[in-house]
């Protein structure tokens, strides 16, 4: 089902449609401009992906421990395409990325920066909240921890 590839791992294609996914939600969609998507910390990232078509619908980076701004290893760049939305694909994409990250990464603790709106996504995955409100990008966020 979900695809899990170390960045060096991505074929040509799945960086592409990778990059346009996330074109698609964070630039187009939520108007994210004041920040550079491509950070270069994709570089040392497992991505984790599903695909339908060829197209990537449901996506996140996994940002090991060494890597992430946090203490912990992280999740970021969370995302479903909209026409696919409301079809438990982010619960499955966040349930994988923890047992990913358990099992392979052998990390127990994971903390992320969520957008406020879909806290209660991450909650139902276990995930607390550790912070008060702050903005990014001009969305409000909250940080979180499993």
């Known amino acids: 089902m979900f695809k899990i590839k170390h960045f060096n791992e991505l074929n040509v294609n799945?960086?592409?449609?990778?990059?346009?996914?996330r074109y698609e939600v964070f630039a187009c969609e939520q108007k994210i401009f004041c920040e550079n998507d491509f950070d270069d910390v994709d570089k040392n990232c497992y991505h984790i992906f599903y695909e339908n078509n060829d197209k990537v619908i449901a996506y996140a980076r996994i940002i090991p421990k060494e890597f992430s701004s946090y203490e912990d290893t992280s999740i970021g760049r969370v995302l479903v395409l909209p026409e696919f939305r409301r079809k438990n694909l982010a619960k499955q994409l966040i349930l994988s990325s923890i047992k990913f990250i358990h099992n392979t990464l052998n990390e127990k603790h994971i903390t992320l920066s969520a957008q406020e709106y879909i806290k209660n996504l991450y909650s139902s995955c276990g995930f607390v909240e550790i912070s008060n409100v702050y903005y990014e990008a001009g969305i409000p966020h909250i940080k979180m921890r499993l």
């Open 14 to 21: 799945e960086m592409y449609e990778i990059a346009k996914s």
